[in-house]
């Protein structure tokens, strides 16, 4: 059940509705958006009717909605309309136009990134994507630049009117990133590491949640729903690929997630076919088939030279492919009614 | 390795050249196509060069290609251009114009085939699809109507100008189903039922093989290939889903498979994403991006009356709705340089 | 809903009810067991009750079980005993004693057969397989030698008390395998050949229904159901592993399944640990886990030369490894209740 | 590279190694076990056999070897004997006596806990498991009662000579966690947790490492990688089932990473059953296959009422029925050359 109240309910009045659904057993789950203030009601009782009559004649209450799905406030039920995420320098997800997002897998130089963030704002990008904290399978592996990577990251951006996603691994490191960042992404790895979701929940910065490598969607939007609960209502899926049997790709990307996910929140989705695929001749192709069956952008990895990245080559674009693909997706994303970032520069 | 012989080549010549591979204890596949005859050369060498020199001295040798893949007649490497395949009323797989094939899942009645076809044509498809032979999990669900059922398909494409794919699922019933239709379909359940693809093999009309409910790209390239060595060149791959964790849909559509398998096959590929979903509401955002993604066709299903549907009835289109899927993928085939079957009536 | 009928039951008896059946629209399927008849009844009624009452008053009729699975004569509600399935030299699949199924991949040879017949004999198996018509993923690959080799398992079987379980993988052939086989097996990638299932359906002799690479519980019982109703009721289930993500292994062996299908059929269940794990060094300890889990017997992979094998050497065991997993399960075999074929010569 | 040292090398001479690795641009980890130290070297050599020739001169250097796995430190190249993890009440895993983990999913009241706490002791368990933290997918079930079930569980398992093994989600409780627990679990869901990997790597407390939902053997071994290579070496892997298709299991119980696993290091492995199938019934005879694989231990759910249970009561097993379990598994474990604890009062 979810109690939607009007826009100018004072504390004081959500304060009385959280205390009577205490004396009734039910946890009150208040969240805050820009607009309006919504209770999601958990718990057990016997007769739902007589609940929402009682409710209804609190003062501030605008409308009570029972909720059959597990996952509550990210439904369609919850939320009519499509969530539109923002940025500080204008791109949206979830609106009309595409949100473009374009980085190296790992931040590596200041250099590396000057020149991709160049050449990913040139060629239509408005969002620069980087790891500076990198999730590895390997202890062995290179871990990220740190903060020095968040620095270069945010540098380049600025300079190329770019904004920055880029991932958070860490609990302790949620203050940090989002001194830096514009957008904070969880990994797959990191889909259900409750205390993480639960943190990011507390900022006032968007999420960006992939899919984890073997996530239902169900499972998906519970994740989301762990963000939306703690009172952070920004937040774009990710649809990254799953695990599969064919060691052709890294991993399966699952193109029918998008308008399956679309058709139960109001949540915004992007594609990462990079992930998806892990195979560099596959991503433009992919990229055109997101934008054709209803992504609200692309996550696309950049290299000016992958042979030589520290991680995610193979899969990594060159400065010239990435245009290739902007050129690529522009007619299909005219074909569904979508426009590209504004910003474009040149192609 | 493979020896391709002239376009004169005799039977003499072509029988010299297997007597010698038989001497050197090697298997020879001879494939003849429309205009050029082909010997697959299968076994263990321990001299590679010295056969291949041997063999460039026989008369009606153009040349000789080493091929590593395990896949051999079916590979890139063996024919550089791609494959069309053509029906009878002049439908193509593989060339500039998309293939779309139509109907229901069972054919059920004349009226239910007439009315299908009429509405197929009138938005733009160019092949009726419909099982005579259904491959039913339960023994108890309908088994198809047999014989009856290919007269049915037979007639009501003839009148709309359409060609007939359906799907032959016993090697006792190849003659039979070869009369009544254009192109016979093998079923992601007979991926691997060798013999029929051998039987099918021995034909000459087209095959639409689909994929295997957990093939991978290369098991299903080497079931192509057993229909090709058989002599069969006539083949249209069909990603069609494979089976994954998530229960919301029936199969896991992989578009990644389209350009993947294109890069490694000269063979068309299509899509059905009817069964590759599994869920009305689906359908049509898939066969935007399987047609983005740069598939050679689609496969769908449609039924005058879902609801009363014998089979499938969930993921089936009604006839408006596949009106509007036409209408959706229209501008998508324009952004990537396709078209759309030049038979449309009107949309 | 199944009809069960008296044992004495006459063939004018049967024939009334099923004449009834079918004025009523409802389909029958009469399969005639060693003792009695069963009269499987398929279709739709609003009024299961009356039906009931009504058929209970024909003579013959002895009870009437309503069934709500989907798989239902070989459902443990259509029969509370589990079934014990005999072959002519005394083994038995689901009784106390454990039926052990020993032999190559494919049958190479005379030679091959007699060393690996004897071998098995010794270290207590009781019955002999071996692919005469091998299902290959490459049609370059060794296709078996069809009925020389079915020839080659008949005598080295009989030499040594054996009896005889092989792959048929055409209908064609179902004839010529059932004249040298005791037990006809249905291999993964048939498992949904239905006109083969049909087939074997008619013939008198024991089916291996071997699970099919990604066939859920419920597809697999249908699948022996289609042979249960054709008439044929001596099946034995095979687990044999699904397909994974992980490249470690070629399949990955459910052994959860054994005592899950247990509990919903009265068919005995075996494992093939050879093709389910495709290691040699894993055969040995996942024998040992098959048996603890409740496993009817096992069906093992022994060849006198694996590194000379024409197929699958990787996953088979020497003789001498196979004495030492007979060993291995010998005391899980009583830990569990059960014995070892009675046959052993020397351990 | 593994550079092994002798028992009383000096922090002065290892410094000396450390530093000439960092000359040479190679990376050094330092673990210090029990009795000796080992370097882990991680970069890229020209010269691998000049470099051991080099790093064999120096103090304290018992012996260097080359590793080609990507996981080096875990791998039974580096350490030729079974690891034996120890518990303060003398529980061990990977030695002859099997562990046998015993309790509820979630901790949720001190009575429930004893009750279970003393079952289990009585029944033959020697380690109580319960969780106080919950990893839970949707933010609106029960989180667990923290502290307070720490030390519920702490005081029932002194109470009746018990262990404590409890899960982790956070860095931030990685320090309260280890305060009442004798060994501290990382579920499924943080098996690339790094941070938190990290942080029980610090720990002088044993780890139990539980494989994620869809990982393989090599990325599970390099999770265990992370832990080992910070220092902490006693660490269990446990085999817990994974994500699969079927959805009449939870999970699908993976036996073969039993012994695969144990091929490729000297850590011992575990396996639960009750998370991986999700079914009561399924439960006991798992548990016999998994002593029967080679397994080093069980973790069971275990719960006095579950149907009662505030989480997994459909897989929880009864006080009586762990006692059947324990019934059951005793002859397999003497059949495998293995025994129950020693702490059995009655059985």
Not at 29 to 41: L, Q, W
Not at 185 to 203: D, P, S, T, W, Y
Not at 214 to 226: H, Q, R, V
Not at 269 to 283: A, C, F, K, N
Request: with cysteine.
């Amino acid at each position: 059940m979810i109690i939607v109240l009007r826009p100018a309910t004072s504390d004081a009045e959500i304060a009385k509705i959280v205390d009577h659904l205490g004396a009734l057993r039910l946890q009150a789950h208040v969240s805050k958006g820009a607009e309006r203030t919504i209770v999601g009601v958990v718990g057990i009782t016997d007769d739902k009717e007589t609940l929402i009559a009682q409710f209804s004649q609190f003062d501030g209450v605008e409308t009570i909605m029972p909720i059959s799905k597990s996952f509550k406030l990210v439904s369609r039920e919850a939320r009519p309309d499509r969530t539109i995420v923002r940025l500080p320098n204008g791109a949206t997800f979830g609106g009309n136009e595409l949100a473009i997002c374009a980085g190296p897998c790992s931040v590596e130089s200041r250099e590396q990134l000057q020149a991709t963030a160049e050449a990913a704002r040139r060629y239509g990008a408005n969002v620069l994507r980087g790891g500076a904290f990198k999730p590895r399978t390997s202890p062995y592996a290179f871990q990220g630049l740190g903060e020095e990577g968040l620095r270069y990251l945010r540098d380049a951006a600025d300079r190329h009117g770019l904004a920055v996603v880029t991932e958070v691994l860490d609990v302790r490191d949620v203050e940090l990133v989002a001194r830096y960042a514009d957008m904070l992404q969880i990994g797959a790895r990191n889909m259900q590491n409750f205390g993480l979701l639960r943190a990011v929940g507390e900022l006032h910065q968007p999420v960006l949640l992939k899919r984890g490598i073997s996530a239902t969607i169900e499972e998906w939007l519970m994740a989301a729903e762990y963000i939306f609960v703690a009172g952070n209502h920004d937040i774009v899926l990710c649809e990254r690929g799953i695990r599969s049997f064919d060691p052709q790709t890294r991993n399966l990307l699952d193109l029918a997630a998008v308008p399956l996910t679309a058709a139960q929140t109001h949540l915004p989705i992007v594609v990462d076919p990079s992930h998806g695929t892990g195979v560099r001749q596959l991503v433009t192709p992919l990229s055109r088939a997101a934008v054709a069956v209803g992504a609200d952008g692309l996550i696309i990895e950049v290299h000016p030279n992958p042979a030589a990245a520290f991680s995610d080559g193979p899969q990594s674009l060159t400065l010239e492919l990435f245009a290739d693909l902007m050129r690529a997706i522009a007619p299909i994303a005219e074909a569904v009614g979508r426009t590209l970032p504004k910003n474009v520069i040149a192609v």
